[in-house]
């Protein structure tokens, strides 16, 4: 049988996870393991730092309170940003810091892992940020030079 959960938002709009006998987890992560070839299955719920708290294996099973919940969290999350501009990117330490521009506004983030900045067939890049977030980066001759030039030193 399924762990008994609920999933709300508090009043400063951030996800809380209450789970009976436990104490609820303020600003929880939702995110799906499969988003494009199994969206209503394999649903993560991530403490701040990252940490399975649960796993969901099919939303159809939960309380429909719940599992609406989940569906308007997924829905904020599931946009992903277009990156327009990169201003930096720096690969000083083991990682590399992106600051860039994108469709949603400007963004900085941490990429771990040279996997992470994945080719996709059509010439544009989905770029993963340490906390699960996905980019798009356009193909590089859309991009300015300056952007392209930020790119090239990953290659």
Known sequence: MPEQFDI?????GRLVLSRPGQEDVMGVRIRRAFPWSRPGRSISIRNGEGKELLLIEDLESLPQGTRQAIVDALADTSFIP????????DTTFEHQEWRVQTDRGPAFFRVQEREDVRF???????????????YELPRLEKLDEHSRGQVEKLV
Do not use: H, P, Y
């Open 82 to 89: 277009r990156i327009t501009r990169i201003e930096l990117i």
């Open 8 to 12: 709300a938002k508090d009043e400063r």
């Open 120 to 134: 996709l067939g059509d010439g544009r890049f989905r770029v993963k940020d340490a906390d699960g977030n996905v």
